[in-house]
């Protein structure tokens, strides 16, 4: 028999992103194994977290400070906006370090299956910072999908009054890539978005 308290960590545990039951029951168990050195501190870090993470309400980054490092990195271009669905796709763009402006997460796409429209996403403060601004380019750095397709398109549709220009991310072949293990869809988007060389 395992404890309610233990039921209740592994319960919790599989809620999220990649984790199962059995995947939350290994984990709760090497946790409780290793309390001092690993639950205690897991725990203290995760309280830390909760009290002071904070929303940026310039372009909705997490951060402990508002507005976030990126936003109030003065070395960063505040003429470029790159617009991302997700934090976890601004972290994944810093992670590239191929990028120095400003960031503006939308908090999903638009997808009418699921009933989200423009009202539920933060596209009002992003057509704000472009029209208040003096921003010059807009990234679209949504995914390929088709709600984030759908997005770009709305967003593009959107800002296309500004003085903005809109541009997106490239789509194809990514780099070390073997055509032979690519999907059609990507070797598609490939050869419709050829450049000269």
């Keep these: 028999m395992i404890s309610a308290e233990i039921e209740y960590l592994i319960g919790l545990l599989a809620k999220l992103p990649g984790l199962g039951p059995r995947s939350a029951r290994r984990a709760v168990l090497h946790l409780i194994k290793r309390r001092a050195e690993l639950a205690e501190p897991l725990a203290k870090a995760m309280g830390d977290a909760i009290r002071n993470i904070k929303t940026c309400t310039q372009c909705g980054n ?23 669905e997700d934090v976890a796709d601004l972290w994944a763009l810093e992670r590239a370090a191929s990028y120095n402006g400003t960031y503006h997460i939308l908090g999903g796409t638009l997808s009418a299956l699921d009933g989200i429209g423009p009202e539920d996403l933060n596209i009002p403060d992003l057509i704000g910072r472009v029209t208040d601004g ?17 997005t770009a398109h709305y967003l593009s549709d959107r800002l296309a009054g500004t003085d903005a220009k809109v541009t997106e991310l490239a789509h194809g072949v990514p ?14 988007a490939a050869l419709k978005d050829r450049r000269p060389v």
């Design 62 to 84: 997490l951060d402990a400070q508002d507005p976030c490092a990126l936003c109030a990195d003065e070395k960063r271009d505040k003429t470029l906006i790159c617009v991302v």
């Design 175 to 188: 780099v070390g890539g073997e055509l032979d293990y690519l999907d059609d869809g990507t070797l598609s």
């Design 134 to 150: 003096n921003v010059k380019e807009v990234i679209l750095a949504t995914s390929a999908t088709v709600d984030g397709q759908t």
